[in-house]
């Protein structure tokens, strides 16, 4: 069975040489994680299924970063009970998905993930007639086989992925040498590189995401077929390449992330027309600036917005779409609403962001003009728009990407800043080279702007 299962995990015969798959047992005393540092509701839930006679481990993750010195972010219980045994021990859960179920236990606000122990899928599974094992590139469309504690190890992405930690003994169980590759700081697929990337391609992703984020160095057999196979994320489910985006673009190491994505080739086609945007430099250093920016927030544990983030990753090509609209004499606030049409209709043309994300993304996008508008009431109203502080942060990274005047996001601070007579007294001021402006008519999208605001008073 063992032997059937490493020649399937591993691509090759058993004449082969056999990966090292061997039960190490790691005592408290050498790894140094305790069950104090564990969640009190993943360590409950635990310790409720031992007690009921079922095996349960914390894996993953939260193993992998306890290990590394760092706050796990979720936990995941691994379990040899199957869900409806799981559900019937705890109250307050239920059983998700349809294929392979998992339960979700509540406590308090969070949820943890119990897991029964999977296996690797065949042929001979009872579904394979109504589903293949494998798409023609390789991936598994089927993985909704339970299996021992072992073949769970062993269809997970990485070793140190792949750590179990019992949290009564305060042992880790390490089937595939990942405590090791921890302790070296460095990230090894398991199984056949190439193999593994193919059965599920969000793995490529995830390897430069971990790494960035862990600061691991990717093994070069593992590295290797990254750049080669970056098509096959074309054929990933739009919703789980989306989530992955989200994940990684939340890390709070998102611009790492995106540099590492670039240098291996695998940002294109992760969101229609971000790697024309990297393409350009005033978009790179927009979405340079943006992205470390949203690090620091996260870093610092402030809220950060995915409609935020998704419209600054999108700004470069509404921006042109709308200067081109503009130089072929089209009025300035209806290109600009036709240009951020074309961009989001591009989006779901490939399900790339969910619809959901749009109205934050248009009312962004869309106030942007109305900060140059420095006259009048204008100024007051925008302050009252409730969307009002993301564009105006949207507003400085423009401004200090270069792409509109330092001067506008000025004014707007001090607009702020200021208390009622201070404001009343900028406005009256006429502001600097509106006049020179007025003469030129220049169109570019920020001057354009300029002029919207004087054609409409
Ligand atoms: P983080 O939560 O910090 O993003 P994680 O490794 O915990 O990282 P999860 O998505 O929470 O990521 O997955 C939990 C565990 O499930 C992983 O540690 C890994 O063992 C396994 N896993 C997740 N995604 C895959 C995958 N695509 N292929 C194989 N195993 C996976
Ligand atoms: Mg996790």
């Not at 969640?39 to 306890?66: E, H, M, W």
């Not at 010195?69 to 059983?95: M, Q």
């Not at 196979?229 to 390449?241: D, F, G, T, W």
């Amino acid at each position: 069975m063992i032997r059937k299962l490493l020649d399937k995990v591993f691509g090759r015969n058993s004449s082969a040489s056999e990966p090292a798959v061997k039960l190490t047992v790691i005592p408290g005393k050498r790894h140094g994680v305790r069950r104090n540092q564990i969640n009190p509701c993943a360590l409950k839930i635990t310790q409720q299924l031992q007690s009921a006679g079922f095996a349960a481990y914390i894996v993953g993750g939260a193993v992998r970063d306890l290990l590394l010195g760092l706050i796990p972010k979720d936990y995941d219980v691994a379990t040899n009970a199957t869900p409806e045994e799981v559900h019937k021990l705890f109250r307050r859960s239920r059983i998700i998905g349809r294929r392979f179920r998992l339960v979700h236990v509540m406590c308090g606000a969070e949820t943890v993930e119990v897991s029964t122990f999977r296996g690797p899928s065949s042929d001979d599974d009872e579904d394979s007639i109504a589903v293949p094992l494998t798409d023609q590139h390789g991936r598994l469309l089927r993985d909704n086989v339970f299996g021992t504690q072992e073949e769970d190890a062993l269809r997970r992405d990485f070793t140190i992925n792949a750590l179990y930690f019992d949290p009564v003994k305060e042992e880790i169980l390490d089937y595939l040498n990942g405590f090791k590759d921890i302790n070296a700081k460095e990230m090894r697929i398991i199984g056949a590189p190439e193999q593994r990337y193919r059965e599920d391609p969000v793995r490529l992703l995830r390897a430069v995401r971990l790494a960035a984020k862990l600061g691991l160095q990717i093994e070069n057999e593992t590295a290797k077929p990254i750049g080669d196979l970056a098509p096959l994320l074309q054929n990933v489910p739009p919703s789980r390449l989306f989530d992955e985006m989200l994940k990684l673009l939340l890390s709070g190491h998102a611009l790492s992330c995106l540099v590492e994505l670039r240098a291996r080739g695998l940002h294109h086609g992760l969101l229609p027309m971000l790697d024309i945007i990297l393409e350009q430099p005033l978009g790179e250093r927009f979405i340079t600036i943006a992205l470390k920016n949203t690090d620091d927030r996260i870093r610092q544990d402030k809220p950060v917005s995915p409609g935020f983030l998704f419209a600054i990753l999108l700004w470069h090509e509404v921006l042109s779409g709308w200067n081109s609209r503009l130089s072929a004499g089209e009025k300035p606030m209806p290109a600009l609403f036709t240009a951020m049409d074309q961009v989001l209709a591009e989006q779901h043309k490939k399900l790339a962001i969910p619809r959901r994300f749009d109205a934050v993304m248009q009312e962004i996008w869309s106030m942007q003009p109305r900060f140059e508008a420095r006259t009048g009431r204008k100024p007051f109203r925008l302050l009252t728009h409730p969307r009002f502080r993301a564009a105006y942060d949207f507003l400085q990274l423009r401004c200090e990407s270069g792409e509109l005047a330092m001067e506008v996001g000025l004014w707007w601070k001090n607009f702020i800043a200021g208390d009622p007579g201070e404001r009343e007294k900028m406005l009256t001021a006429p502001s600097p080279g509106k006049k020179k402006r007025r003469r030129r008519r220049k169109k570019t999208a920020s001057a354009a702007a300029e002029t919207t605001n004087q054609e409409t008073g």
